[in-house]
């Protein structure tokens, strides 16, 4: 089956992508929901089930627009996501999801989705939000956006690896680590220890606020750096 876009449409604004997966599930006699216009758009489509709290998103991952990512999110978590060339795969997971059926239920449909052990125990039986947080981010090496910065995922998994800060929230930001002793992350009133940069002119840094207190060469030493200045009996994040 065609894409559908070798008639001059070169923006993939305004609806284009769905209309073009619309056009494919009328050709399966598969029935997507609407695609969320607040949501849609920019070479985007995506198609919410706010009832079950899925949604499924869909962009280009390609300059040509012959292949595409697909995302499943549940409650607003990134639990899958799968590369296909095939319009109608894209479709067939839109559908799966949307209409309510598991990971694992909706690969079979779509082989293209991909996930991880701790997204399919997370739909059985649902996991805590710090735990959740943690999964999450480690995964984000598995993403297209973030596969290209090895340095971050390290830092979190060496962070990770230490008990005291796995009971704490991970919070990234510009790919910087600090902790959170609070689910309801606020840098000034729940930060606890220090922050780690992982791109500190070619060293992992330990920061407090705009101060430098060291670098280090590997993750796990700036790890435990931080570690080792926590206060005690910290945790775990409420």
């Known amino acids: 089956m065609g894409l559908g876009v070798g008639s001059g449409e070169s923006d993939w604004g ?3 992508l769905g209309e073009m997966l619309g056009r494919a599930a009328e050709g399966l006699g598969v029935v997507l929901p609407e695609p969320d216009g607040q949501r ?9 089930d706010a009832g079950l709290g899925r949604r499924v998103r869909v962009h280009p991952a390609d300059e040509q627009r012959r292949a595409f990512w697909v995302y499943l ?5 990134r639990l899958a996501c799968g590369w296909t ?3 109608a795969e894209v479709v067939r997971a839109a559908a799966a999801w949307t209409g309510g059926a598991g990971l694992e239920e909706t690969k079979e449909q779509a082989p293209c989705i991909e996930f991880r052990p701790w997204a399919l125990a997370h739909e059985r039986e649902p996991l805590g939000a710090v735990e959740l947080a943690w999964c999450l981010k480690i995964d984000d090496i598995h993403m297209p956006s973030m596969s290209r910065f090895p340095r971050v995922h390290a830092l979190l998994a060496a962070a990770y690896a230490q008990p005291v800060l796995r009971q704490l929230m991970p919070v990234t930001s510009h790919f910087n680590l600090w902790f959170s002793i609070s ?3 606020r840098w000034k009133t729940t930060r606890v220890g220090y922050m780690i940069w992982p791109h500190d002119e070619g060293f992992y840094g330990v920061r407090n606020g705009s101060e430098l207190l060291a670098r280090f060469e590997t993750p796990e030493e700036a790890v435990a750096f931080v570690v080792a200045v926590l ?3 910290i945790g775990p994040a409420r």
């Open 14 to 16: 305004g609806g284009v």
């Open 40 to 48: 849609s758009g920019s070479g985007t489509a995506e198609y919410a």
């Open 73 to 77: 999110q549940s409650n607003g978590k």
């Open 85 to 87: 060339a095939d319009p």
């Open 183 to 185: 689910t309801t992350v």
């Open 231 to 233: 206060p005690e009996g």
